[in-house]
């Protein structure tokens, strides 16, 4: 099937071949000729599938140029995957001189997205807050002529409490527009939030599957050494084309970054840490191939479209383990294959089993030296027995961690490796110790309770 089939004005099919794209990908050929016909629609859809040009297209064939009216809005959670449909709107608006389109996020002053408002534009891609402010505060322009609205990535703007500001821009659109929402997961508080302002012709579309097909889903046992260590060993071995190494906090993303970099091996730091310039500057560092590790916490894991990525690499699972699927559709995307990796050890094993009931088409690693190798079954009863028998109590596991964090403080002495094994040895002992001790004591009550009776 062709995007003619659509009954596309021919200039589009044009501008659609111009950016590479022939036919349409699964979403499209199921949302494109309802959003055409005006419908409003909720889309469960997969990351990677083509969802955003599911409606653009729609809005560059409805949009009257010739009408200088607002006549579509986009709201995204984020400004950058706000800019992301942005830039993507631009590059079909090339081949569409006279189609004017505006970006409203925080990246810019208000004052700049003031400029140049005497006419409208047709499309509007923006954040809630910037959006909000600039058409319900300053009435920049009517939107009495909006028949698109799309909600994009709807539950993050449920999550990140938005759900107020899509209201009131709602409310300030004509009755009869069609409404998108695009969303990862069809929660049902998401629905509940919805359904305070959609209309009875609403729809369901739901695409089952969670990540592109494409995504291959392993998890890897590191075993003791660290996730800086084995992500190192890992890139060693495999030598991935591009990887999106995912950590769950910022802490521990620019930890795993730093201890690369003092080991000669750089990546691009992606986190929420980084000043506007700086991300701006990352975000360009990984358009332009800059560099073939990334390492981010999972403010890229959602949406945005990152080129050529072969290897998704989780160092760390998300307690949401929603955004395990977030991060591994950020390969496999559009058709491709790719690989999601999640590095696991006995502290990790909770996280990576609920993720196993999810997604049970995971297969098994163990990344021990220089050496990866592939596991015929489930390596988590195993780990489970490992973990059972060293369970240790309370007081003797906070007092190992003590001793492990004060010879990291000393890592670049001689011998660091040993002189832990050594503070550790010692904290065992004297629990070992302690636990005898308690032993004898309890045998000793026993019989003197016996000789009491
Ligand atoms: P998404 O994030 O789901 O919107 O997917 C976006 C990716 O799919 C981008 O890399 C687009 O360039 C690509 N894409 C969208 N539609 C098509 C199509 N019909 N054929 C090929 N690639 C497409």
Excluded at 69 to 78: C, H, K, N
Excluded at 82 to 91: D, G, I, L, S
Excluded at 187 to 213: C, G, H, M, P, W
Aim: aromatic residues 8%.
């Amino acid at each position: 099937m062709s995007f003619k089939a659509f009954n596309l004005s021919s200039s589009l099919i044009e501008a659609l071949a111009k950016c590479g794209y022939e036919n349409p990908s699964a979403v499209q050929k199921n949302i494109i000729p309802r959003a055409l016909r005006g419908e409003s629609l909720l889309v469960q859809s997969a990351t990677g599938t083509g969802k955003t040009h599911s409606f653009l297209i729609p809005i560059f064939e409805k949009v009257d140029v010739h009408l200088p009216r607002v006549q579509a809005l986009v709201l995204s959670p984020t400004k950058e995957l706000a800019r992301q449909t942005y830039e993507f709107a631009r590059e079909l608006g090339r081949y569409f001189p006279k189609f004017r389109i505006r970006l409203y996020t925080s990246e810019d002053e208000v004052t700049q997205n003031l400029e140049g408002s005497s006419i409208p534009p047709h499309l509007i891609i923006g954040t809630p807050g910037r959006m909000k402010d600039v058409l319900l505060s300053r009435h920049l322009f009517s939107l009495q002529n909006v028949r698109y609205f799309i909600l994009d990535e709807a539950d993050m703007l449920l999550d990140l409490g938005f759900m107020n500001d899509v209201e009131e821009i709602c409310r300030a659109l004509p009755s009869k527009h069609s409404l998108l929402v695009f969303s990862a997961t069809l929660r049902q508080n998401l629905r509940d939030s919805l359904s305070k302002f959609v209309k009875e012709d609403f729809r369901y579309e739901a695409e089952e599957i969670k990540t592109s097909r494409g995504v291959r889903h392993h998890f890897v046992d590191i075993k003791h050494g660290g996730i800086a260590s084995a992500l190192r060993d890992f890139l060693e071995i495999k030598h991935p084309y591009l990887t999106l190494a995912f950590a769950s906090s910022k802490e521990e993303a620019e930890e795993v970054s730093q201890t690369l970099r003092e080991w000669g091996i750089s990546s691009i730091l992606y986190t929420g840490n980084l000043e506007k310039r700086e991300r701006a500057r990352a975000l360009r560092r990984i358009r332009e191939d800059d560099c073939p590790l990334i390492i981010a916490t999972d403010l890229l894991a959602r949406g945005m479209d990152i080129e050529h990525v072969s290897d998704v690499i989780s160092l760390s699972l998300p307690s949401d383990l929603d955004f395990y699927f977030h991060r591994a559709g950020r390969t496999g995307r559009f058709g491709k294959e790719g690989d999601s990796w999640v590095f696991y050890n006995a502290d990790t094993l909770t996280r990576a089993k609920r993720l196993y009931e999810e997604e049970p088409s995971f297969d098994f690693y163990s990344l021990k030296g220089k050496a990866l190798k592939q596991e015929k079954k489930s390596l988590f009863s195993l780990r489970e027995r490992g973990t059972q028998k060293k369970e240790l109590p309370i007081e003797e596991r906070k007092e190992i961690l003590i001793a492990k964090a004060r010879s990291r403080k000393k890592h670049v002495e001689p011998m660091h490796k040993k002189k832990t094994q050594i503070a550790i040895e010692q904290v065992k002992r004297k629990y070992r110790r302690k636990a005898i001790r308690e032993a004898i004591r309890g045998q000793l009550d026993k019989e003197f309770r016996k000789k009491d009776r």
